[in-house]
């Protein structure tokens, strides 16, 4: 496990919106435990071995061969790379099964609150130039719907969530629209006083004031 302190920045004004207390049960295809860590950034699809430290924020990517033992990693379309961060020039995607995890562990226990962010890129990474429509979860609970206006933007889900045990799944969830896929997937340890809820979505981020296009994570 490689860890790292946060880069030392500050971030725009987020918007967050109240959910449900989340219940996080044992489902069927997720990997053994594996990794343990508070700041993990994946990037879905890398082959092993060629982890790697992102230029421009200095965050460490890891392989997510550890996290998952489903799915087949793809490239995305050589013309989308050059308007796109390393880290979503990968994907996994999930062909087989209704419902595939990645397994995440936390080693701050239930103690502490935890930041999921999952993103998508279709790229047509399979040369089908088709936009796919699925879910995700998290653990049991349904966390949003995954859609698609084109292939080069980035798709963002977020949500805030108090551990109930030392790990939690992610899983995708094949809704009969096209094969579901993810492009990076990170997990974030915050201060248990920092939200007085135990679960919040994303509702919307703006930096008010930005100057220059400048993207601050």
């Given amino acids: ?5 946060p880069p030392q920045s500050v971030g725009p004004p987020t918007i967050y919106i109240h959910a449900p207390s989340l219940i996080v049960l044992s489902v069927s295809r997720c990997v053994k435990k594996s990794h343990i860590g508070w700041f993990i950034s994946i990037d879905c699809g890398l082959v092993d071995k060629q982890n790697y430290t992102d230029e421009t924020t200095s965050i460490y990517y890891t ?6 033992d489903t799915g087949v990693s793809n490239n995305i379309s050589s013309k989308h790379k050059a308007s796109l961060e390393r880290q979503f020039w990968n994907v996994r995607s999930f062909p087989k099964g209704t419902r595939n995890c ?3 562990y936390v080693s701050q226990g239930s103690s502490k609150k935890y930041l ?7 790229g047509n990474y399979d040369g089908k130039n088709f936009l796919p429509e699925f879910d995700i979860y998290l653990g049991a609970k349904w966390w949003e719907s995954v859609v698609f206006e084109d292939s080069s933007s980035v798709i963002t889900k977020e949500i805030i969530f108090s551990a109930s045990s030392d790990y939690v799944h992610v899983c995708l969830f094949n809704t009969g629209k096209g094969t579901p896929f993810i492009s990076v997937l990170e997990l974030r340890v915050l201060n248990s006083d920092a939200y007085l809820v135990n679960s919040l979505e994303l509702l919307g981020r ?3 004031g930005l100057q220059g296009g400048k993207k601050i994570r």
């Fill in 206 to 208: 703006f930096d008010i």
């Fill in 1 to 5: 496990m490689v860890s790292e302190s």
């Fill in 63 to 68: 392989s997510d061969v550890n996290f998952t």
């Fill in 116 to 122: 999921v962010r999952a993103s998508f890129v279709y």
């Fill in 102 to 104: 990645y397994t995440l």
